[in-house]
């Protein structure tokens, strides 16, 4: 059975291939926030098993953005039960796959020799990392939250990652959803502990330190990332310190 955290009352946590997915529950009603990678469908469905609901149970799927380690069983999920699938109205392009803003395997030539970085490689193309999948019919949700489904997820612009990246805040749980704005760890960093990804992943730069301070400006203690643990620290005290590792950028 796939092992399921329960981070906050009905605010679940579930791990796929070194990428988290969220799943939110308002009685028999679930919100599915990201989907791994495609080989990682199983393991969401299995999660959703154990908590004693079914897929079909989704009202709703939000993804923070549109990376392939993000997006597996949101597209699954999409095109066998027809659930929708809602973004920032920014990122509906890019999960539709009218164009792409993600590191290819050559991105990642130069970065051969250091420790790791080959293993990780290895284990994300099983998990199906070079596969094109895009979102058939993606809906733009509106910019100010909350959003009309289970949990009332509040979605908070933290472009940067990627052009139209979200964060979802839980303000009645004091509960902040990250995504790849902020991370816990990654196989390619070599610290643990609030973050931003190495720079290979990012769209652009400077505005991953701007979503970084939209997300200082929330009332949050408990934050869950795309990639490492969950952690509970004020989100300000993470941002701080994430942008203290950015350092030099
Ligand atoms: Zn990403």
């Not at 154990?50 to 990376?67: I, K, N, Y």
């Not at 960093?189 to 652009?204: A, E, I, N, T, Y």
């Amino acid at each position: 059975m796939t092992p399921v955290d329960e981070v906050a009352p009905n605010v679940f946590c579930a791990a796929g291939t070194d990428v988290n997915v969220v799943i939110l529950r308002d009685g028999d009603a679930l919100t599915l926030i990201d989907g791994g990678y495609p080989g990682d469908v199983a393991a969401v469905e299995g999660a959703i098993r154990s908590l004693g609901h079914r897929p079909e149970d989704v009202q709703g799927m939000l993804l923070t953005h549109a990376h392939i380690d993000h997006m597996g069983a949101i597209v699954s999920f999409h095109e066998r039960y027809g659930i929708p699938v809602f973004t920032d109205p920014t990122e509906v392009a890019h999960a539709r796959r009218e164009h792409l803003e993600q590191a290819t395997a050559k991105d990642f030539l130069p970065m051969l020799h250091r420790h790791g970085v080959l293993p990780w490689l290895l284990r994300v193309a099983r998990a199906g990392a070079t596969r094109h999948l895009s979102v058939r019919e993606p809906h733009a949700f509106p910019s100010e939250g909350p959003l009309d489904l289970p949990g009332a997820p509040v979605p908070v612009a933290t472009h940067g990652h990627t052009s139209g990246h979200a964060a979802f805040h839980l303000p009645q749980h004091g509960v902040i959803v990250t995504g790849d704005a902020l991370v816990t760890a990654h196989p390619l960093s070599k610290v643990r502990g609030p973050q931003l990804l190495p720079p290979v992943f990012d769209h652009g730069k400077t505005d991953t330190l701007a979503a970084l301070d939209r997300l200082a400006t929330l009332d949050a203690r408990t934050l869950v990332p795309g990639h490492g643990p969950v952690l509970s620290v004020p989100i300000s005290a993470a941002v701080d310190e994430a942008r203290e590792r950015a350092g030099g950028r």
